[in-house]
């Protein structure tokens, strides 16, 4: 993140912790995973609720968070 974007400070302090998890157990938690290439990031992706934002509420986001795993600070 930081080599692809040096001068995006904002960018980088929203990203400073990161998880990451399966795209299977992302969808097992009711989340969907959607392939989202950049010519920087060519494995980035999103993720979707079928509800929409709706969807993203906080009993969802517990569930997304376990499907995630532990996160990690980067520095």
């Known amino acids: 993140m930081r080599e692809a974007f040096p001068k995006a400070s904002g960018l980088l302090r929203a990203a400073e912790t990161v998880a990451s998890g399966s795209a299977d157990k992302i969808r097992a938690a009711g989340f969907d995973v959607i392939e989202d290439p950049t010519n920087k990031f060519p494995n980035h992706a999103r993720i979707i609720h079928p509800n929409g934002e709706a969807g ?14 532990s996160t990690t600070k980067c520095l």
């Open 56 to 69: 993203f509420n906080d009993y969802n986001l517990g569930k997304l968070s376990d499907a995630l795993g």
